[in-house]
């Protein structure tokens, strides 16, 4: 089968000229490499009351490609709502578009199409920079000489396999100098986030915020890099009836779950806050919205349909 090809001006020149000649649709086509009926549709979809006109039917032709464009996606009244509250809860473009997929088999949803909107501001009140968590700066982590007990390579080999709950990931947020930060603890298995506020990176302090954070729950293991907030590790391992394992230096990829999650707590607390002025309505509603935040590694479950789903 010929591909099909559109007629050029000057095909269109030399189909009016031979039709004057008074030549069939199925000569001209063989002339022009084309099929005898294609000329003959483009002869009588351009024709005017004044016969065939070569520029006249390549306006035409021009005016209805530019019209011939698919229709928006979001311009979907369901699909639009739907992109928006997400949006409003600060979900990517791709949990998004997973989440509608489990709702709409049938009716595909694509990232792009939600990240093409927010750059052509096709979404009112909402842009990447004010709704997407990506700010193109990367967290450098600050290292400190400890004697630790116990290093990764000590780590049972169960932790790293991500099959039980209990095996953490911690670190601390910074904030503004003397502005205080945030403790952070990543369930390796539900990523579910375990966080409170210190008054400043004092490993008495930080300790106390382990404790606060985590209450009662049952933990495994504790995985820490070498700051010198961590000092007192062995009363964390005491108040919580566990082990604390050290990474290697400056190998901020051993706590990957947890550098992840960080960046999250980033994009609602990005640098220079102080926490010392956050209520603590709003970093509960914060660690909120992460926690039921959908995960491509869950299966697109947030932490809490995950925690739910393993203990029914």
């Not at 990764?152 to 502005?179: F, M, N, S, W, Y």
């Not at 070498?226 to 919580?240: D, K, T, Y």
């Not at 220079?272 to 479950?301: M, Y």
Request: aromatic letters at 8%; one cysteine or more; hydrophobic letters at 35%.
């Amino acid at each position: 089968m010929q591909s099909y090809q559109h007629f050029t001006l000057s095909e269109r020149e030399s189909l009016a000229q031979m039709r004057k000649e008074g030549k069939s649709f199925r000569a001209i086509g063989a002339a022009l490499g084309k099929d005898g009926s294609a000329c003959c549709r483009e002869f009588n979809r351009n024709k005017s009351r004044r016969g065939y006109n070569p520029w006249g039917a390549t306006v035409k032709y021009m005016l209805r490609r530019k019209a011939c464009v698919r229709k928006l996606r979001l311009a979907d009244d369901e699909v639009n709502a739907f992109v928006t509250e997400c949006l409003e809860k600060f979900w990517s473009p791709e949990i998004i578009s997973r989440r509608w997929r489990m709702k709409h088999p049938d009716a595909s949803l694509c990232h792009s199409t939600i990240y093409r909107a927010l750059k052509a501001k096709r979404i009112k009140g909402f842009s990447s920079k004010t709704h997407l968590r990506r700010h193109g700066k990367r967290k450098n982590s600050r290292q400190a000489a400890i004697r630790p007990d116990h290093t990764i390579h000590d780590r049972p080999a169960i932790a790293a396999q991500r099959i039980r709950l209990g095996d953490l990931e911690g670190d601390t947020v910074a904030g503004a100098i003397g502005k205080g930060c945030a403790a952070t603890l990543v369930d390796r298995t539900s990523r579910f986030l375990y966080a409170a506020r210190a008054k400043s990176r004092d490993s008495k302090l930080i300790e106390q915020a382990f404790r606060a954070a985590l209450g009662d729950a049952e933990v495994k293991s504790i995985t820490l890099d070498l700051g010198s907030e961590f000092a007192r590790f062995r009363q964390i391992e005491q108040n919580h009836n566990t082990t604390v394992y050290f990474c290697d230096p400056h190998s901020p990829w051993q706590r990957p779950t947890n550098e992840n999650t960080n960046d999250l707590v980033r994009f609602f607390f990005p640098k220079g806050t102080d926490f010392n002025a956050v209520s603590e309505q709003d970093f509960q509603h914060a660690l909120s919205l992460i926690n039921n935040r959908p995960r491509k590694c869950l299966g697109w479950l947030s932490p809490v349909e995950f925690l739910r789903k393993c203990c029914t």
